[in-house]
């Protein structure tokens, strides 16, 4: 079952054509990547698809809806590469506050226990990858289908970045399905089920890992 399709996107800034035509689908359980060097066009790719930005062109569907449909911020959960919280709260504070925006919140102990997120640090004086690991946990903390995480491992020691991906996995063996931004080959490859290479603005090649590297 297809649960986000996007047609034809297109977006520009100003003169800028971010996005020129971005198409592919993600199935139900997978982990779709979308790898591609920086200034692609990823983020604005999941931005729209996140409906935090509107595109000029194309189509996007979510769970059968339009992006900005209000029904999605809970069924999508979304961790985006400048999402930044207020320095002074700690971690149990961003994850009691995230979850009472939800109807029907995950246990949040349980994913800060999984996601070794420190709950009584401040979030100014947590490290790179504190801060990575509370950003994720917090994209799932409303229980979502789906979940959009862009460049989760970016800054990362080698050693974090396993780790992540192991957390990401597990996440995935819960059942939601994860649309992945990178621009590490070795990570699209390690995660993903299929991904999309995007280059300026355009898909240039939609396959399995090992499809992909078949046919390089
Ligand atoms: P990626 O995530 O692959 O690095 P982006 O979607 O961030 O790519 O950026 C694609 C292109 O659009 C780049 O040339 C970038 O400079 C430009 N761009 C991105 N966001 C904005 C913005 N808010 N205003 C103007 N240009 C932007
Ligand atoms: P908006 O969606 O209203 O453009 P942003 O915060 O993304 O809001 O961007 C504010 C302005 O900063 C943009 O209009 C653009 O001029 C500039 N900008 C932001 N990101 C980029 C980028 N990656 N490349 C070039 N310019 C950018």
Known sequence: MTVIEVQNLRKAYGDTVAVRDVSFSVERGEIFGILGPNGAGKTTTVECVSGLRRGDGGTIRVLGRAPADTELRRLVGVQLQESQLPDKLSGREALEL??????SPADWQALARDLDVPL????AKMSGGQKQRLSIALALVGNP????LDELTTGLDPQA?????GLIEAVRDRGVTILLVTHFMEEAERLCDRLAVIDHGAVVALDTPAGLIAGT
Request: aromatic share 26%; charged share 20%.
């Open 161 to 165: 970045r396993r780790h992540t991906w």
């Open 145 to 148: 289908e789906i979940a959009i």
């Open 120 to 123: 009584a640090t401040r979030y």
């Open 98 to 103: 995230f979850s009472s925006f939800y109807p």
